[in-house]
């Protein structure tokens, strides 16, 4: 009877350790959350090319016709799980992850690539300050000119780091500038990433193509919260907004 005394707590103690080594770090456990990125991009895109040929449509949500092209066709997992994908990958928004699946090339060939909504957070940041100044002093915080219609953003004006003017390029590490449109609007300058992929691909596109194509061709992401581009003097540069 005397040892019967420590044994309740040690069965008690040795089943929380059994329970906890189940619950612990769940996350780090699940196959999705150890795939690596390219892997889990491969794997909707299988079950995306499976869902395409037996329905002949997309499963993408509805977005309203003015949504920006690379943020247009946002993958809707729930029409792929669980015939298509056995579960939805851990680098998922819907996960806890931080990116939307989303395809380009969706009239020809509908491809799989990542939205960072990081991006998108730290650019709605900037746009939020800059709202807010225009209406205050009905002008936009200008401090210098990059192209003819596009600005350099006076951060200090805006209450604004300027460490924090510029964002690192998922595609090529770089640091890519926060600038704003003659209209206000604030987007990224992807001049850097584009020339570099034009650079060590020796690939130019079509002459009626959106340039932009360049970073989803060529990588995992999509160029969100981007601008339009064009070609001078044979060069990359932002298309004319004035």
């Known amino acids: 009877m005397k040892g019967m005394k420590f044994r309740k707590p040690f069965i008690l103690l040795a089943f929380m350790a059994i329970l906890l080594s189940g619950c612990m770090y769940p996350n780090e456990r699940k196959a999705e959350n150890q795939m690596p990125i390219d892997q889990q991009v491969a794997l909707v895109q299988e079950a995306i090319d499976r869902y395409r040929e037996e329905t002949s449509v997309l499963p993408i949500a509805t977005k309203e016709a ?6 247009k066709y946002v993958i809707d997992f729930s029409k792929l799980i669980p015939q298509y994908i056995p579960y939805i990958p851990g680098a998922a928004f819907e996960q806890g992850g931080s990116f939307l699946f989303v395809l380009t090339n969706v009239e020809t060939q509908p491809t799989v690539r990542l939205l960072d909504l990081k991006l998108i957070h ?12 225009h209406e205050k002093n009905k002008s936009l915080p200008v401090a210098g000119v990059v ?16 460490e924090k003017g510029s964002i690192q390029s998922p595609v090529t590490g770089d640091a890519l500038p926060v600038i704003m449109s003659v ?6 300058d992807y001049q850097t990433d584009l020339e570099k992929i034009s650079q060590s691909t020796r690939d130019l596109p079509a002459p009626k193509g959106d340039i932009r194509d360049l970073i989803p061709e060529h990588s995992l992401y999509v160029p969100v919260k981007s601008f ?15």
């Open 122 to 133: 730290e650019v709605g940041d900037i746009q939020s300050r800059v709202n807010y100044y």
């Open 66 to 71: 003015e949504t920006p092209i690379y943020e």
């Open 147 to 162: 192209r003819p219609g596009y600005f350099q953003i006076d951060f200090k004006r805006i209450g604004v780091k300027e």
């Open 228 to 242: 339009p581009y064009t070609y001078e003097d044979e060069k990359i540069v932002l298309a004319s907004n004035s």
């Open 183 to 188: 209209t206000g609007q604030v987007g990224i």
